[in-house]
């Protein structure tokens, strides 16, 4: 397998099978009959924003496999197919076991239900235990509402994550795990285009209002998963779903009050991801807030979601809309790209399908990633700078990771947007045992929103003047 993403295990994107690691609106409901046809897996038939878990099972990254299997139950859009766990198993059992309390090799299930009597939204997360264990705690059964459309996303910590089950049960479900032998990596969904059908309509007639953005802190809106400021190199995967694991049997329960109070020693299991960034990194730093809903297997508590956020950025962020590009990692075929596996991916996120490869185009992904990152990610370096570290192994707080994580997308184990467009990042980092500390924005002025005045950025000695610029001048590479 080639190439690392650039992010830890925790953040990381995936090594994809054979590969290196506001565009013309088509409504996703369109074309998606036709492409579910060939997305249904092959495997069918047969902050702190992260905490620490337990990892017995794996001395070293290179013991571990990370590639794993979940067994999706029967009738997982039900409610009792909703609170019956899924069971990780191996892909390949000669590479080594999988395990759910082994954070590099956790699989989490997220699923959000649409009442259409109410036109309301609530989540349910679904279990995932080892195969053959029992659940810690048994999950809740949650209610119903008569004709509620459930949508489900998945979301890894390892490389690749392939669904399994009985090939009926799993068409029937409407699972997309990637285009036919090419899986999408991390991420996975099951009937999310019914789903996001339901709740656009809702939208739409007014039945179903989405809740504004908000002003952050620096005096911009509050970012989305689809701002430039957020995203890297594969957006919008992983979920927020968090889990329990008992410390005495090592044996996995959902996160609720009641499971809790069970386990009160209990080790909180979480799935990097954007989303989670979003909702517990950026938010906490910027004085903002994600849309949340009710936990159905948590009664009294909302909970924020890969669809809410979706929902969200499709209603409220401004131009320019960071929809998944055809450089995208996991919506690559090999090493080429591919229209039908790019809009596979994008409805299963609620984004308008491309017409064709042009209307994902990485160049101009890469272009705006430019204008928009590096100049927030320093803006608001007083405050991300307080934050804890997603990943304390790559930098030593939210503003480096952040800085880190930008570089490591430009780069050519990344979106490639350092070849695409012949410019090196504007971003220069500090290290020190491998971990960033520090980083320095090159030849620019910052705009900080809350003043409306422009910053001037110090720079390390590099013996150039300061650039009078409002935008990056990123090194053309030579």
């Known amino acids: 397998m080639s190439n690392k993403s650039p992010e830890s295990h925790l953040y990381r994107k995936g090594v994809l099978p054979n590969q290196r690691r506001r565009e013309r609106h088509i409504s996703p409901f369109v074309l998606i009959s036709s492409l579910l046809t060939l997305a249904i897996i092959a495997g069918a038939g047969a902050l702190l924003l992260l905490s620490p878990s337990l990892s017995s099972h794996a001395k070293d990254d290179a013991a571990v496999n990370g590639d ?231 009664p009294g508590h909302n909970v924020t979601a890969l669809p809410l956020n979706e929902l969200q950025a499709a209603a409220h962020q401004a131009a320019p809309v960071a929809l998944v590009p055809s450089g995208d990692p996991m919506v690559k075929v090999g090493n080429n790209t591919s229209l039908a596996k790019v809009n596979l991916y994008r409805a299963g996120v609620n984004q308008p399908l491309a017409q064709s490869l042009a209307d994902a185009n990485t160049a101009q992904y890469c272009q705006n990633f430019l204008a928009k990152a590096p100049s927030r990610i320093f803006a608001d370096q007083s405050m991300t700078s307080l934050k ?51 980083a320095t924005l090159v030849g620019t002025q910052v705009v900080n929103g809350n003043q409306g005045k422009k910053q001037p950025v110090k720079k390390q000695d590099t013996g150039n003047q300061q650039s009078t610029q409002t935008q990056p001048v990123p090194e053309i590479i030579k």
């Not at 899924?86 to 076991?97: C, F, W």
């Not at 999988?98 to 997220?110: D, G």
Request: with cysteine; hydrophobic share 40%; aromatic share 6%.
């Open 68 to 298: 794993c299997s979940l067994i999706v139950p029967p009738q997982p859009l039900t409610a009792q197919g909703l609170a019956t766990p899924y069971q990780l198993v191996a892909t390949d059992r000669d590479k080594g076991a999988c395990h759910e309390n082994n954070l590099k090799q956790a699989a989490f299930v997220q699923g959000a239900i649409f009442n259409p009597q109410t036109n309301q939204i609530s989540i349910y997360n679904p279990l995932v235990v080892d195969r053959g264990d029992k659940p810690a705690v048994a999950p809740v059964v949650p209610t119903l509402p008569q004709g509620a459309i459930v949508g489900l996303w998945f979301g890894f910590n390892g490389n690749n994550l392939t669904l399994r089950g009985g090939t009926q049960n799993l068409q029937a479900s409407n699972c997309v795990n990637g285009l036919a032998n090419s899986i999408f990596g991390q991420f996975a969904y099951c009937n999310a285009s019914a789903f996001f059908n339901a709740a656009n309509q809702a939208i739409t007639a007014g039945k179903l209002t989405v809740p504004a953005l908000g002003m952050a802190n620096d005096g911009m809106p509050c970012p989305t998963v689809r701002d430039f400021s957020l995203i890297d190199m594969d957006q919008s995967d992983n979920v927020t779903t968090e889990y329990l694991i008992d410390p005495a049997t090592r044996r996995m329960a959902q996160h609720t009050d009641a499971a809790s109070g069970q386990l009160p020693q209990g080790i909180l299991q979480t799935n990097g991801s954007d989303n989670r960034l979003l909702a517990l990194g950026l938010d906490s730093a910027l004085g903002c807030q994600s849309w949340s809903a009710p936990d159905l297997a948590n």
């Open 388 to 438: 804890p570290s997603a990943d304390p192994m790559l930098a030593n707080n939210l503003f480096t990771f952040l800085a880190q994580r930008f570089n490591g997308s430009w780069g050519a184990k990344g979106l490639n947007c350092r070849g695409l467009l012949g410019l090196k990042s504007p971003i220069k980092l500090s290290m020190q045992d491998k971990i960033t500390v520090n």
